[in-house]
């Protein structure tokens, strides 16, 4: 994994463009409803949707795989703490945060990383602290296709491995984690208007008061 996505930002750097997710404006105006004011982004990339949080005087702190996406971060401005290493090696540091937001990422990963991700980042929530991931559903035009790996599991023909959730995926993965709700959610590429959108599930979590 690391050498795909280091590969990756070497050979495409900003391959997202500079425009921030739909679900990273959403998930901003949520933590602000929130009052959230310091949140941690697993799979930082570049940091093209850390920066919309930061506009709206949100502490981020990022986790990245991939050295070269931490140095396009650093040449964009984006002037953070951002730990080098795998989700799978959480937590980098025993701080506790109000908020985390993880997009097109969880489903990167196999149903044992997907389990210990998804409670590391409650374990790193304050208590009453909010978490939001997307993540690709099953409605997504590339669900099936490719070599079936497991149960709603697949790797696609450019080799890259992907779990496509749906309701009951979530309810069982999430379901103990504090689970509030989920909803569709359309990504347009907003760097190239000519693909086809994605088909994502937003997913939201609280983590109750211990």
């Not at 994994?1 to 070497?10: C, G, K, L, P, V």
């Not at 949100?58 to 971060?73: D, N, Q």
């Not at 559903?137 to 490719?146: I, L, Q, T, V, Y």
Request: hydrophobic letters at 35%; charged letters at 25%.
């Amino acid at each position: 994994m690391t050498e795909f996505w280091e590969s990756s930002f070497i050979e495409n750097q900003r391959m997202w463009g500079f425009e921030p997710a739909d679900s990273a404006i959403l998930t901003k105006d949520f933590f602000l409803a929130k009052n959230v004011k310091d949140i941690l982004i697993p799979g930082i990339g570049y940091g093209r949707n850390a920066k919309v949080f930061m506009d709206n005087d949100i502490h981020v702190t990022g986790i990245e795989i991939s050295k070269t996406a931490i140095e396009l971060a650093g040449q964009e401005g984006l002037h953070i703490d951002i730990f080098h290493g795998s989700v799978s090696d959480m937590p980098f540091e025993n701080k506790q945060y109000d908020g985390i937001f993880s997009y097109a990422l969880i489903h990167l990963l196999n149903e044992d990383e997907r389990a210990k991700f998804i409670k590391d980042c409650y374990n790193q929530l304050k208590p009453n602290g909010y978490m939001v991931f997307t993540t690709i559903s099953k409605e997504a035009p590339m669900f099936g296709k490719g070599k079936q790996l497991g149960k709603d599991y697949y790797e696609t023909p450019a080799g890259v491995k992907m779990f496509f959730y749906d309701a009951d995926s979530i309810t069982q993965e999430f379901g103990k984690y504090g689970l509030l709700e989920f909803s569709e959610i359309i990504e347009p590429h907003k760097n190239a208007e000519n693909k086809p959108p994605f088909k994502f599930l937003m997913i939201k979590c609280k983590k109750t008061s211990e």
